[in-house]
């Protein structure tokens, strides 16, 4: 697939503070998850893919355009940023159609926009409120619904699920799912593991600056291949197929669940325990219910990452 | 993005408050005696040491450097840099609308406070010259010192500081500098376009006037304008603005 947002070398300092250092990667359509601690760089990074800062060594392109001092790109992209700033003063309402207007849209097409908009964050009944007066989610759907109301192709959420109640973030993890269907291309960060983890298994570490890894979550995970690594087999004999699979050496520990009815076995290679699965359940008759990987998720592969 | 911030409010009443300094005069002729000084001799008075050197100044001072500043101190102006739209234009577009608002704020206070100064004299339309040409004056200030401010307001966090030295110093003793000197001050242009008064309380106040040709001194204002307007479209499209945490 063909890369829309490519960056080579990207390092930009804010002083003597290092932001990010050497960042060179390319971003296809989809969805794309930067995953990082607060302070890690991540904002930084869409700020620059977002034209909002410059590069101090290195280049930044979308659809091989520069973007810093490219105006024209911005027809084509939605960014959501972080901090929560508004125009206090204005409802809801004028803020939208005064931002579309910017794009050059008709009045009449400004207003079908915005409303479309704003039924889908769900504020279209408060439309015309100031902005003053919202509740942190409210706002916080406000900023989703100005990165969306032109129908970019690329759209930028800078930690869009920050203040959101639990349903405001599952609908918004729906919403970047759709326009993910839609072959557009959706960069989300976030510092919250299951958000990301939501939302795509496509993901960029990043810590202090620099990229940790990058790519699919098991890729991620064949990259670290000495830290161990947990599967959860429930079934109808624990005890059986922990016998077995003691013996093999790349078993580290075997466990149970305080029901008794699922094996906890630590591995450090993946492969080779579920190629030797199969044939024992398959020998032995035993029941299986369900297999899971209990630390098959980003807070795991973090945290051995940035060495905690 | 317009903002309907409290400080619109402040700037209007302040714009306002010649027109009750004003009345107070002309309720005072009434009350008073004494031979009541010409009401147009008051305002030409008024529109130089009250618009011309005090009000037009501060407007100018407030909404020039609040152009980029408010983008940068709100945090807002991503929500303006990310559309399709230079950046040049986003900064004439508000200098624009800024300078019109101040334009019209202060146009009010002027007709106001020449309707209650010539309250006795309302149909001798020739006094209605002055009028305009106050007016016309005072616009062409504003849409000069706003360029002024809007230029300082891309370039400094301060802004406010500077301009209010630059306003209330520079510019209020530069002018009385005898030769050319006081061509380096806007209000000499300003007050060229004036008649300079022969006598009266305030004459002192333009006596030290080597006034330029009326259309040199246009000529000039508009070139301020056009270099200040110019150079802040350049900062504010190359300069990077990161917002405190």
């Given at each position: 697939m063909k890369s829309v947002i490519e960056t080579e070398h990207l390092s930009k300092w804010y002083g003597n503070v290092l932001g990010l250092s050497d960042v060179s990667l390319q971003i296809e359509p989809g969805i794309t998850g930067i995953l990082g601690p607060n302070g890690a760089g991540k904002s930084t990074f869409l700020k620059l893919i977002s034209g909002q800062i410059k590069p101090n060594i290195g280049t930044s392109a979308i659809k091989g355009e520069r973007i810093?001092?490219?105006?024209?790109?911005?027809?084509n992209i939605g960014f959501c940023p972080e901090?929560?700033?508004?125009?206090?003063?204005?409802?809801g309402w004028q803020f939208m159609t005064g931002l579309l207007r910017l794009f050059h849209f008709s009045p009449s097409e400004r207003e079908s926009r915005a409303r479309e908009a704003l039924e889908i964050v769900e504020l279209m009944e408060d439309?015309?409120?100031?902005?003053?007066?919202?509740s942190r989610g409210m706002r916080q759907r406000l900023k989703v619904a100005q990165a969306i109301a032109h129908d970019p192709e690329i759209i930028i959420l800078d930690e869009p699920l920050n203040g959101l109640d639990p349903l405001g973030r599952r609908k918004i993890i729906r919403l970047i799912k759709t326009y993910k269907s839609e072959g557009r291309t959706i960069i989300v960060s976030s510092h919250v593991l299951p958000e990301i983890e939501a939302m795509t298994k496509r993901i960029i570490l990043i810590h202090q600056g620099k990229i940790f890894a990058q790519g699919d979550i098991h890729y991620i995970r064949d990259l670290i291949e000495a830290h161990p690594h947990i599967v959860s087999v429930k079934c109808s004999d624990p005890r059986q197929l922990a016998s077995k699979f003691i013996q093999e050496d790349f078993v580290l520990n075997v466990n149970f669940s305080s029901a008794e009815d699922t094996l906890l076995v630590e591995t450090n290679n993946r492969d080779k325990f579920f190629s030797l699965l199969p044939p024992l359940i398959v020998k032995h008759n035993i029941e299986v219910e369900e297999i899971t990987?209990?630390?098959?998720?980003l807070q795991a592969v973090f945290d051995y990452l940035v060495g905690k | 993005m317009g903002r309907k911030s409290s400080k619109l409010k402040v700037f209007f009443l302040i714009s306002i408050l010649p027109v009750v300094i004003a009345l107070i005069i002309k309720v005072n002729q009434f009350l008073s005696d004494r031979t009541p000084i010409q009401g147009i001799f008051i305002f030409n008075n008024m529109s130089v040491v009250i618009y011309l050197q005090f009000l037009i100044l501060l407007l100018a001072l407030f909404y020039g450097t609040s152009v980029c500043s408010e983008e940068v101190e709100g945090k807002t102006l991503t929500y303006l840099t990310t559309r399709p739209v230079s950046k040049s234009a986003l900064l004439v577009g508000k200098y624009a609308a800024y300078t019109s608002l101040a334009i019209i704020m202060t146009s009010i206070g002027v007709i106001l406070s020449f309707l209650i100064l010539n309250l006795d004299d309302l149909l001798n339309f020739s006094l209605y010259k002055t009028l305009l040409r106050d007016v016309v004056v005072l616009s062409l200030g504003l849409m000069c010192y706003t360029a002024f401010f809007t230029f300082i307001g891309t370039i400094m966090k301060k802004s406010i500081l500077f301009g209010l030295i630059f306003s209330f110093g520079w510019e209020n003793v530069i002018q009385y500098f005898p030769g050319s000197t006081q061509r380096f001050a806007i209000v000499h242009y300003l007050k060229s376009l004036l008649p300079v008064p022969k006598?009266?309380?305030?004459s002192f106040l333009m006596v030290r006037l080597e006034p330029s040709s009326p259309l040199f001194a246009v000529f000039m204002i508009f070139l301020i304008t056009g270099v200040f307007l110019g150079l802040a479209c350049i900062l504010f499209s190359w300069k990077e603005y990161i917002f405190e945490d």
């Open positions: 810093w001092n490219n105006y024209r790109l911005f027809s901090q929560d700033a508004f125009y206090e003063d204005l409802t439309k015309d409120r100031i902005i003053k007066s919202y990987s209990p630390d098959d998720n | 006598t009266g309380r305030f």
